[in-house]
């Protein structure tokens, strides 16, 4: 079994930046991918955008490209990621997710673990 533990979020101010880091604990880690999304009060769960594991390739909702970079360490089974200009909007709980094969990386019904989420809130 994986587990997986998103941290790094907390209160930040708008226009700063946050890093949140993602760690895989269990066996034998190796993902076709890993994303992140977030989830304000309210609102339904919202795809950020993902990274596969090997190839280090990104992709970003359209609506995150710009601000949201997503990273990842292999030695460390890690994921990470960097947001800038950080707007109330962004406060939300931030998810980060792995899938064994290829999926459709919006569709969140798809993934095979989940993290328990880290809580990001930014002041005005």
């Known amino acids: 079994q994986v587990q997986l533990e998103e941290s790094g979020g907390g209160l930040v101010q708008a226009g700063g930046s946050l890093i949140l880091s993602c760690a895989a604990s269990g066996r034998t880690f190796s993902p076709y991918l890993m994303s992140w999304f977030r989830q304000a009060i309210g609102k339904r769960r919202e795809f950020v955008g993902r990274?596969?594991?090997?190839?280090?390739?990104?992709y970003y909702s359209d609506s995150m490209k710009g601000r949201f970079t997503i990273s990842r360490d292999t030695a460390k089974n890690t994921v990470y990621l960097l947001i800038n200009n950080l707007k109330p909007e962004d406060t939300a709980t931030y998810y980060c997710?792995?899938?064994?094969?290829?999926?459709?990386?919006?569709?969140?019904?798809?993934?095979?673990?989940w993290g328990q989420g880290t809580q990001v809130t930014v002041s005005s």
């Open positions: 990274i596969t594991w090997s190839g280090r390739q990104t």
């Open positions: 997710a792995a899938a064994l094969r290829q999926i459709r990386p919006e569709e969140a019904l798809s993934y095979d673990y």
